[in-house]
């Protein structure tokens, strides 16, 4: 009988579940959408071979398991479900992938007030992980615990835990916490790893970058945490042993392909011709910021400018950058003064690894650029230059040929 292998859950066009699985070798792993009122007769299948389970229904599969390992047990959530012996049998995997994504970046629980956002089977989870570690103290807060400010209660956290959905794609702009209200916190994690850098994520390394913090911030996305849970969810399906090398590789390879490659730099710096070297050395479709606004437009640049002036053209380029971020797996291309406006900081930073391409003044084209063509280039670039480099997680010099330009940011995307 050929055996059914996926991620049950209620809404799953976000999830990154299916490539994860492939690659561990689960070929027919699929993604299963059910009602609340479908789980019983689904579970109920013969069939079945193995599941991960994810929101909402972590704790509603437990009165259908016949075996419930102590571990899961003991958490009150489980996340895998195996059919064996014509028994379904409940297990948690989080907790080990959890531990796996905190080991990762260096952060440790041990001794320290642990604040976890967030009251789900993800929660149940962190404050099992916490009390595995020897967190000092423990507090959860569940969104109404937010919603009435409870937090000022825990200014003195050290660890923050998000178990939340806030931020989660496709309603990235979200933060769970602001990490200013949390004087002591040293260590953030959060279990979303769609996008790669939530906001509270983007504020961890913003802090991180200013000296009057102090802080030597660590911090961590979810992406970890989904990989090994994974493997060890496999290892369980199959009854086999993965070395945790294939879930750094998996880590790896998923991140090429699903964060989105960003080009900012002054006009002219020749982020279109490199962008699309990069699409092709990539395999990733590219987009041209500018070429979505004229096309959201109707009309060419330099005559919004001209009939509406800049203001209005950048909030139509604001609105434009949020659309094209919003997708996965992009080489994207964008205005000279797209960082202007420092909310499309992070819009480019939450999904992509952002890169500033630098050229002599002298080399810049100016050709159909209006602001270009005004004279000021180098005021224009003293203005500019300062925003670049705190919008950029990297740059990249284009005096060579764009080939050999595309080459240099793509060897450094990949490492």
Not at 50 to 59: D, E, F, Q, W
Not at 362 to 380: F, H, I, Q, Y
Not at 402 to 415: L, Y
């Amino acid at each position: 009988m050929e055996k059914i292998y996926g991620l049950l859950g209620r809404t799953l066009g976000h999830s990154w579940s299916a490539p994860i699985h492939k690659a561990l070798g689960c070929e027919g792993y699929r993604l299963i959408e059910l009602e609340r009122s479908e789980l019983e007769g689904f579970l109920r299948r013969e069939d079945i071979g193995g599941l991960n389970v994810t929101i909402p229904y972590k704790r509603d599969v437990m009165k259908f398991c016949d075996e419930i390992d102590p571990a899961a047990e003991a958490i009150g959530s489980v996340n895998t479900l195996v059919r064996r012996g014509g028994k379904l049998c409940g297990y948690n995997t989080d907790i080990d992938g959890f531990l796996y994504m905190l080991r990762r970046a260096g952060i440790t629980l041990t001794g320290k007030k642990a604040l976890i956002l967030g009251s789900g089977g993800a929660s149940l989870t962190a404050q099992a992980a916490a009390r595995q570690e020897g967190a000092r103290e423990i507090a959860v807060l569940s969104h109404r615990d937010l919603d009435n400010c409870e937090f000022i209660n825990h200014r003195d956290a050290e660890a923050l835990v998000n178990t939340t959905p806030v931020g989660m794609w496709p309603d990235l702009e979200g933060l769970s916490m602001n990490l200013r209200n949390l004087p002591a916190v040293t260590d953030v994690a959060d279990v979303i790893y769609n996008p790669g850098r939530t906001s509270l994520l983007l504020q961890a390394e913003e802090m991180d970058r200013e000296p009057r913090y102090h802080r030597h911030l660590r911090w961590t996305g979810g992406l970890p945490m989904l990989v090994q849970q994974a493997k060890r969810a496999e290892e369980l399906f199959f009854d086999r042993s993965i070395p945790d090398a294939e879930t750094e590789k998996i880590i790896a390879r998923l991140w090429r392909k699903m964060t989105n490659l960003v080009l900012i730099g002054m006009p002219g710096s020749g982020k279109t011709t490199v962008g699309r070297c990069l699409a092709g050395l990539s395999g990733k479709a590219f987009v041209d910021v500018d070429e979505e606004i004229v096309r959201a437009a109707g009309k060419p640049i330099p005559e919004i400018f001209a009939q509406e002036g800049e203001e209005a053209f950048r909030m139509l380029e604001n609105q434009v950058l949020k659309e094209v971020c919003a997708q996965s797996g992009r080489v994207i291309a964008t205005g000279g003064g797209v960082v202007l406006h420092m909310e499309n900081w992070n819009t480019m930073r939450r999904t992509g690894r952002v890169y500033r391409l630098k050229r002599r003044l002298e080399d810049l084209a100016t050709e159909g650029r209006p602001l270009s063509r005004s004279g000021n280039l180098a005021k224009m670039e003293q203005t500019r230059g300062p925003l670049y480099d705190g919008a950029a997680d990297a740059s990249a010099w284009n005096t060579g040929s764009p080939e050999e330009t595309a080459g240099t940011i793509w060897r450094d995307f990949c490492e």
